[in-house]
Each structure stands twice: as C-alpha cells, then as structure tokens.
C-alpha cells in the first residue's frame, strides 16, 4: 500500500491524539463519579444510559494510556514495556470478567475499587457486561499485538470486532431497542462506554495507517477513492433512515408494512444516488489517470529516443550500491561493452587499477549521495584496455520520500581536448622558454656590443682631442661621422633592451595611480618640455590595476613623441580618460604635424620611420614599446590623425585583469 503524504499522516496523528484522548476523559469522568458517588458523572447525564462500572472505567483507562504511548511507531524499551503492561490489565481485566460471567463466581474484581451501593438490577453489583468485558480483551489484544509483523490481520479483526460491538449498542440506544444495546445479555453496556470503545478501536486503525482499512481508506487509487466516498453514507444512511422510519411509525404516520417499504425505497434511492456519484468521480479521475499515463509514456519514450540517441555520450543508470542497471548505445561506443556483458556489474570497471586501489569509485558515490551531485575528470578503462580523458557527472536519484533510489551518470569522452590542452601547456612553456632565453640574448647581446662600441666612441673622442686644429675639413667631418654613428648605435641598443624588456612582468600588477604616473612621466620630460615651452594640460586621470613602470613609460613616449613632432607651433598637448565598458579609454591629443592616415598601423612597428634622422632623431621603437606594453595590460592603442592638423593616440587598459 502507498501511503498517504506527510501532510495527511500527520493529521491523522492529531486525530488519534484526540480520540485517546476523549476516551480518557470519559474514563477519569466516570471515575471521578464513582469516587464522589456522583451518578451524573457515571452515566455522563445521557439519558437513557445505564451507569458505567468503574473496573470498566479502569480498563478504558488503561487501554487508552497503552495507546497513547505507542501513538507514533514502536516506542523505546521502557515505554513498551509500560504499554504492554498497561494492555495486559485490560485483557486481564475482561478476561477475569468473563470467567466471572461464566462460572457464576465472584473472584471479587468487581467491586475492588468502588462499592456500588444502589445496585438494583440483574448479575452482580460492579460488574461490566459481557459485551464490554469481550470488548476490553480484544482491545487489550490488539494493543498487545499491535507492531508484531505476523499479527496484522489479527489485529484488524480484534479492532473491528470491537468497533462493531460498540456500534451495535449505539444504535441500539440510537433505536431505544434493550435488546440491541444488551446484545442478548442481561445487563446493558453504558452508552458512554460504547463510546469508548468505538473511538479506541478507531484511533488504533488510525495509529498505524499503512494496514487494514485505514490503509485502504488512505491508498491513492481507484479503491482508496470509493471507500472515502461510500464508507461514511453507508454507515450515515441507513442509521437516520431507520431512525425515521421508527419516529414515523411510532406517531402513526404510517402502518409498519408501508414504513417497511418507504425505508427501502430511500435506502435504494440514497445509494443509487452515491453509487452514480461515486462512479462519475470515479471516472473524472480515471479519465485523469489515462491521460497521465499517456504522458508519462510519452516522456518515457522522448526519455528513450534521447538516451539511445546521444551516442557522443555515455548515459547509464546505477543502482544505490554502484552496479549498472542500463546502457545506452552511447555507452557501447564509447566504453566498448554490450549492454549483455556490462549490466549487473560495478562501475569501479571502468576505472584505472590505481584509482580502484584508492577508493575513487566508492568516494565519488558517497560524495554524489551526500551532496546530490558529483562531476569529475579523469582517465577511465576501455573494454580493450585503452584509456581516455572522460568528465563523468553523477547524480543521485531520490524519491519524494528521500530515500536513494539509484544514480545516473553521463560520461563525454575529452581525450582530444586534454591533448589539446597538454600541447597547449607544452607550447606555453616552450614559448615561455624561448622568451626568457631571448629576454637573456637581448642583455648580454646589449652588453657585449656595447663594450666594443665605447671603445670605438673612446678612440674617436680621443683623436678628435689630441688632434683638435691640426686635420683638415674631411677628417672633421668623418669623424664626426663617427662619432654620430656610435651614438645611433648606443641609442639603437638600448632601445631594443628596453623594447624586449616591455613585454615582461617586471613588477606584480597593483593599483597604480594614473596621475602619478603622468607626474613622473613629466619629470623625466621637464628639459624637453622646456625648451619646446610646451603647454601640457590633464583631466583627472583614473586608478588602473596595472605596472607603474610600464604605465609610465608609455605616457613618457607618447609625450615625448608630441613634443618632437611639433612642427613650428608651440606644443599643445592634453592628456584624458574615460570609462568605456569594463576598461579605461585614454588619449594623449596634440596639435603637431599629424600624418595621413595609411601610416596609423605601420607606425607601431619596430624601426618604421616617416621621417629621416636629421628631420626628427629617433630610433622608430618607441610606439612599438608602448603597443607591446599596452597589449600586455589587456588592452590596445591606435591613433587618429590629420596632416598639420596634429594627433591623438588613444589607449586602453582593462579594469581587472
């Protein structure tokens, strides 16, 4: 049987709580009233009630309290033992009840607690009725018995009998017939006692609501829906359409023949009325049940057509233990066992020695049922023993209740992407190598030319100061000659050292203040600026993650480059930023030369001129500098110009990096 939701078993827990619960306030009631002589209490003022015995009283008492302790599942030891005790009173009690009936002694029960002092009827003073004493032991069976495994049945039957018993003397009063409510016996059970009975035997089907017809009564389907529509009406109808028919008859409405035939026709039309009432829900939900089921085939078959359909993929299904219990095609090719020769076993096959060795097929199930979800890449196994790069993600499957049903796992073959990779790192590091060994090169190369050169320019200077007036004009002028081209090259060597140092880390990227930076730059340019009487304004420039060195320099060169292509104008050179998306948009603007615009990319390359030496002196790197700089700074420079209209280089530098 399916069981009710948590929401359904709960309230039917607060309902046994308040069926246990009357019972023992009717117990303690009648008790109070036999302790006090109190005959209201004893009979609870209904009238018509004959006076509940108080060893009857004692018994409800007791089964209700066993109850009570054993309300929501088997209780610990000491509680099961004071609930079985308190169940042995009850069977006791009825039991020695019984025997007194039976044998005509009086073993002296009866009266043990409270003599009943007005007794006037037939049998002995204190004793319950035969009715209720056989209800007290199958109640206090049923208590007994009420978690034995092997005992379900008997416990249903145990409940039911005394449920009916109970109901058979309501209606008896309900009907004012003796002769139903003294169930052939010569003293009546107590209406209030019946009442006990009923709502006990009720809230023991109640407490265990997987069994009997509780659990019919709660199941899902068809069957469960029928009995919660027809039970209550068929108890209801029949009780208040005899009940009329009685009063009917009674006040001469109509003869007994005629109130005969007039309860049978509304017992006929009021079942009629729930039985076609009851199929049209019936088949409202059943039609509700048809379509639910097309669907859900229609899902499984989608599911299906997907899984045997994804063949990059392997997409199977582990039960909670780890041992497969399907295969796709996917599965097959990549993995290259049927779904014959894999089915059944554990997963761990897929897995390298090594790995089994370790535990990692044991780790990754009980990670993916701790958390829900495990994904994971690694070398696997191969049918054929040959191994591939895989991503596998596993998810434990759970049913609405929680409990762990199995896993499912897909696995995508990245051999060719880890190769990728591995080339990828293999050639990071080559080209990694090969920068530091050119980086290497670019110094001792500057050094071992610049040895020979300073001796070159220190012979030079050296002749032209020991023979100052004594050559002629073409000596001067060669070694003038001279002297210039040793200076070009010293200028030449150094600009490449600092053009094959732009590139490198020197110093770890941290905040660095633009406007610092510009100050430096500034610095390092204050005789140029002089002498050129150059005007250099600035916007507030921004704070950028970046080397401070590196930032400078390439404000230093651009600067630079402003001032000594100025033409015959005072320069005029403004310096701002803004943001622009997720970087910082800087321009150095000057109102120089310019040049035409086919030159603005061939300008960022090593050693490109647009001008001859004597014109405007230089090297033609330092633009390449400040592009290799910037694009290490994850940004990009270019420029906008206008021939005799001046320049603006632009340049950006990301937010993070």
Not at 95 to 111: K, M, N, P, R, V
Not at 626 to 646: A, D, F, L
Request: hydrophobic fraction near 45%; glycine fraction near 10%.
């Amino acid at each position: 049987m399916k069981a009710g939701s948590d929401g359904a078993i709960s309230v039917l827990g607060l309902w046994v709580r308040a069926l246990t619960g009357a019972a023992i306030l009717i117990a303690v009631a009648v008790l109070i009233g036999w302790r006090f002589g109190f005959r209201p209490l004893q009979t609870l003022m209904i009238p018509g009630s004959a006076p509940m015995k108080a060893n009857a009283a004692v018994g409800l008492m007791f089964a209700a309290v066993s109850l009570w302790m054993q309300r929501t599942g088997p209780p610990e030891r000491w509680r099961r033992y004071a609930a079985q005790g308190c169940a042995l009173m009850v069977v006791a009690l009825g039991a020695l009840t019984l025997a007194e009936h039976l044998s005509g002694a009086d073993i002296g029960i009866d009266q043990l607690l409270f003599k009943e002092t007005n007794f006037n009827g037939s049998g002995a003073p204190g004793r319950m009725p035969p009715p209720a004493a056989l209800s007290c032991v199958a109640i206090g069976c049923a208590l007994l018995l009420l978690d034995a495994a092997a005992a379900r049945r008997a416990v249903q039957s145990l409940i039911l009998f005394s449920g009916l018993t109970g109901l058979a003397v309501l209606v008896g009063y309900v009907y004012e017939e003796s002769n139903v409510y003294r169930l052939g016996f010569h003293l009546p059970m107590a209406v209030h006692m019946a009442v006990g009975i009923v709502l006990l035997s009720l809230a023991i089907a109640l407490a265990r609501p997987d069994r009997g017809m509780v659990g019919l009564i709660m199941r899902a389907g068809p069957s469960g829906l029928m009995v919660r529509r027809l039970l209550l009406p068929a108890i209801v109808l029949p009780l208040v359409l005899g009940r009329l028919h009685l009063a009917g008859e009674r006040r001469g409405l109509y003869d007994n023949e005629f109130g005969a035939a007039l309860f049978a026709v509304a017992c006929i039309t009021g079942f009629v009325i729930l039985i076609v009432w009851s199929a049209t829900v019936l088949q409202r939900a059943d039609r509700r049940r048809i379509q639910a089921e097309a669907a859900v085939r229609q899902s499984e078959e989608r599911f299906r057509l997907l899984v045997e359909g994804a063949r990059d993929y392997a997409i199977l299904m582990l039960d909670p233990s780890g041992h497969v219990s399907t295969w796709n095609p996917g599965a097959e090719r990549l993995k290259g066992y049927s779904a014959a020769e894999i089915i059944g076993d554990h997963f761990a096959r897929f897995y390298p020695p090594e790995d089994v060795e370790r535990g990692l097929p044991d780790v990754e199930l009980q990670t993916a049922a701790r958390e829900g979800r495990f994904e994971s890449e690694g070398w696997r196994v191969r049918k054929d023993g040959s191994r591939f790069w895989a991503n596998a993600i596993l998810t434990a499957l759970r049913n609405e209740r929680g409990k762990l049903l199995g896993f499912s796992k897909v696995t995508r073959d990245l051999t060719e992407r880890k190769r990728a990779e591995d080339e990828l790192k293999r050639t990071a590091l080559d080209l990694a190598r090969s920068n530091a060994e050119l980086e290497q090169f670019a110094y001792v190369a500057s050094h071992d030319l610049q040895e020979p050169l300073r001796a070159v320019s220190g012979c030079v200077e050296l002749l032209q100061r020991r023979y100052e007036g004594q050559l002629d004009a073409r000596a001067e002028e060669l070694m003038n000659h001279a002297r210039d081209g040793a200076t070009r090259m010293r200028d030449l060597i150094n600009d490449l050292l600092a053009y094959s140092r732009a590139g490198a880390r020197g110093n770890a990227l941290a905040p660095t203040d633009c406007n610092v930076a510009l100050e430096r730059a500034l610095t390092n340019l204050s005789v140029a600026i002089r002498e050129s009487a150059a005007v250099i304004t600035k916007d507030p420039l921004p704070t950028v993650l970046g080397d401070p060195a590196q930032i400078t320099q390439v404000l230093q060169n651009l600067l630079s480059n402003a001032i000594k292509f100025r033409g015959a104008r005072i320069p005029d050179i403004h310096v701002a930023a803004e943001r622009n998306g997720g970087a910082w948009l800087f321009s150095v603007r000057d109102n120089g030369i310019g040049m035409e615009a086919v030159y603005s990319e061939r300008i960022f390359r090593v050693f490109q001129r647009l001008h001859t030496r004597r014109q405007y002196p230089g090297t033609g790197i330092g633009l390449a500098i400040c592009k290799k700089i910037i694009e290490h700074h994850g940004g990009r420079v270019w420029v906008t110009s206008q021939p005799g209209q001046g320049s603006t280089f632009y340049f950006t530098v990301s937010e993070r990096r």
